[in-house]
């Protein structure tokens, strides 16, 4: 199956073929033809699996066939909704790669940033706008974006719109437009909520399912590492070292712990910058310019800023703490090994994450091949276990019950003999 037999027009096939695009993903491959024909569209879909040509290629075509009607100055008839602003950044340039022999127009908007080069871009007239939904009420409310003409209107991410507080966002935009319009509807999951939100958004449409494990399984190589939590930073500390030239992604589930760890690594003469919700727009797009340009070689990022991250050439992805919800780990990982590219996704899992561990073997219906020999080896008493809440006297019978059976430090001879470094793996897998 080639983009040609899809049906696919010449000039964007020309785009294609100069983005390095050869055969369809599989949700292009289902989704396209779909969305050719005119039809809404439900897609359960993770981050890469391809789902942002799957919808925006249609979209081109359609409005490059439809070129000819429009008279005067440029009006908006594609809307393209995201909750970050890092990925409507990405679908906005994947639009300029795909349409680039079109002529067509694309804008993005976005908050945390003033609004004047927006509102300039706007006043020349675009055809499709990639926006954060409060950016956009805000220039809505303002006069410079009206969505009477739209035609064509994607809400991408949707499960992240509403885990960020979006959805009564989203139900005003989706007031404001057109009865008559073809709707797409994107999410990784499809809990209640969002099942009820795609019934107001979509008529009578087609569904398209990419399960997690076709979206992760076979390109990448995934392996666990059980570590307690205060040697986290050591151990990765010790990969990056081992790895110095290549591009990597940390996953850190909190704002506060990615700052913590560019602090750690940076006295550890380890360069790598933090993305995340408290960082400004400037200080996000600089570090994330810094990283796809390769000036950077090590990212640390929260799950939500990390959507939009698209790195061709991304070695490594390491989740420094496991995520507590398992569909996010297939997110994380799809950052590589995309399209046709291997990757390698390594997870550090502390005694309190074991749990998650298994929800995401579960989800995912394999085992994750764990990592034995390494220089910072779990040990399971220098975990801190939540235990019933004590007396003050109890409290003093375990301190020295516990210093009793302290274990003595381990010989300079045994540290001595810590496994030479190796790419990626540091140890023998089970």
Known sequence: MTFKDLGIIEPILKALNDAGYTNPTPIQEQAIPILLNREDLLGCAQTGTGKTAAFTIPIIQHLYNSKQDQKGRRKIKALIITPTRELAIQINDNITAYGRFTGLRNTVIFGGVKQGSQTNELKRGTDILVATPGRLLDLISQGFITLKDIKYFVLDEADQMLDMGFIHDIKKVIA???FKRQSLFFSATMPVSIVKLSSSILGNYKKVTIKPKQATAEKVDQAIYFVSKPNKLKLLTHILEANENSSVLVFSRTKHGSDKIVR??????IKSAAIHGNKSQNARQRALKSFKKGELNVLIATDIAARGIDVSDLSLVINYD???IPETYVHRIGRTGRAEASGIALSFCNTEEKEYLKDIQKLINQQIPVIEEHPFPLDENEEVVVAPKQTKNQRKKSARRK????????????????????????????
């Open 322 to 324: 496991l995520p507590n």
């Open 176 to 178: 404001k437009l057109p």
């Open 264 to 269: 750690q690594l940076g006295k550890a003469g």
């Open 403 to 430: 210093n009793s059976n302290q274990k003595p430090k381990e010989s300079g001879a045994a540290s001595a003999n810590k496994p030479k470094k190796r790419r990626y793996y540091s140890g023998r897998r089970k």
